[in-house]
């Protein structure tokens, strides 16, 4: 049954794949514009409803599998998250029908998935913290919440991919420029990961933990770090040039900063070879866009997607926690970085509503959001510490 869940995720990732590329079709099909579905289009949205139906599979034969909610660590969170991303974006495309939207939002969920398959993929058993029927239902719908606010994100940047100037560096064209980096970002964690799994590479290290408790660290990465009064037990690897202290872990941080330097790199090969921005090389993409809607998709994800993450990452969990932990709120690193975000799209849903911003200026507000989400995913989970180290 893992096997059967393994390669039917593996199909999913195929699907989209190849749902993005006709999507591609469709835009550049130069016989009829993007609001108006043709056979690329069609092709397209198969491609992502057979996907996201094969990636259901696997989550039902990983359940099945693991007897119980696939959604406790990162490896199955991350997958979930990008399903249910696949999924929001299946139903709005059916209501918009905007080729573009399935254009730039497959290849965030393909990151995703290719993100999430770096780690651990094993099945294992819950440990007692995750012994809950909570789990399923905290963890579920704060990701189906942050899924579909992330479709916010995709509605952003393709207002601004559209509407920003680029025969010019300016505030606008940096910080979206900045969004294509991290996405190239993302990619170089994947590379650089797949890279020295398949060289086998590993280094042990025996460190004091943030309890004072001797342990060991295995790093998959040359250690450009140490980890706390960090020893290196593997012989001819590097030691790391600086010690961390117990609060961060070594091997996560090592892992962010191999994936900048990569990224750095591979960003300069694409910007080589493209011979302008990224955003600006996709612009041409995005000409036919209707921006009236693109604005409203944005709202209407927001507007939908934060009473759902209301419900799972803050009403649910502190439910979850008074029951686990004998309170509702500790201000553990995962509890701010949740309440963050909701305060962040409160005050999106405020400004829209009660100021007026739309069209440009909740596009920016909406890839701040998504920016707060990945932080929350990627950095809260990967080098902070906390009650939710664990996932």
Known sequence: ?????????????????????????AIRDKRGKDEKPNRWARLGI?????????????????????????????????????????????IIYFIYKLSALGLFTLPVALLLIAYASMFPTEISPLIPALQSDWLKIHVTTAAAGQAILA???????????????QSKATKKTFWLEFVMFVLVTTLAF???TTVFRAMDYESVFKWIDKNGQEAEMEFHLPALVAPHEGELLTKDRLAGFVELPAILSARKVNTVLWSTFVGLILYGVIRLILRKRISAALQPLVKNLNLDVVDEIGYRSVAIGFPVFTLGALIFAMIW??????????????????????????????????????????AWLAVIGFAIIMFNLIFVNLVIAGLHSYA
């Open 1 to 25: 049954m893992a096997e059967l869940s393994s390669t039917l995720l593996y199909i999913a990732f195929i699907l989209y794949l190849i749902g993005t590329f006709f999507f591609g079709g």
């Open 46 to 90: 198969a491609a992502a409803i057979l996907g996201f139906l094969s990636q259901l599979g696997y989550f039902v034969t990983r359940w099945i599998a693991a007897g119980h909610a696939p959604v406790s660590n990162l490896f199955e969170f991350t997958t979930f998250f990008g399903m249910m991303l696949v999924g929001a974006f299946i």
């Open 151 to 165: 479709i916010s994100f995709v509605a952003g940047v393709l207002y601004l991919t559209k509407v920003v100037d």
């Open 190 to 192: 994947v590379i650089v």
């Open 321 to 362: 926690a008074q029951i686990a932990w004998t309170r509702f709120w500790g201000w553990d690193p995962k509890e701010v970085w949740a309440l963050i975000t909701w305060l962040f799209y409160a005050a999106y849903l405020h400004l829209r509503l009660s100021r007026g911003w739309h069209g440009e200026k909740s």
